[in-house]
């Protein structure tokens, strides 16, 4: 299953320009959800607990989430109708695992960075959030 934009789509948004409210405003089932993270909703003893998280999706997200919303709840409809049939899910993923071919996550992420983000990987190492910075 793939879902979302191309690198053709990403460089016109780019372009044109993203703007993440957008999408906030005109699809309600989003803008409900991140007003319950915001709200503190699921977190209720700690509601700023994703005010980070919230704040960067819809102001600072240089991935595009939001833009994606759309895409990907239309492909898990088909994954979770998929999943109801034993049978033919079964096939796809012999399928899938059989064409999957050589993997590695490092070159992956090595080339999503350069081809989608236009950067290069970098050896900097950033310690977990659990350890205070200097």
Known sequence: FIFGMRVEDVEAMDRRGYNAKEYYERIPELQQVMDQISSGFFTPREPDMFKDVVDMLLYHD?????????????????????????????????????????????????????????????DVKIP?????RE
């Not at 994954?79 to 096939?91: A, I, M, Q, R």
């Not at 590695?104 to 290069?120: C, F, H, L, N, P």
């Open 128 to 132: 977990p959030p659990n350890v205070p």
């Open 62 to 122: 240089r991935f595009k989430v939001f833009a994606d919303y759309e895409a990907y709840i239309s492909c898990q409809e088909k994954v979770s109708d998929l999943y109801k049939n034993p049978k033919e899910w079964t096939k796809k993923v012999i399928r899938n695992i059989a064409a999957s071919g050589k993997f590695s996550s490092d070159r992956t992420i090595s080339e999503y960075a350069r081809e989608i983000w236009g950067v290069e990987p970098s």
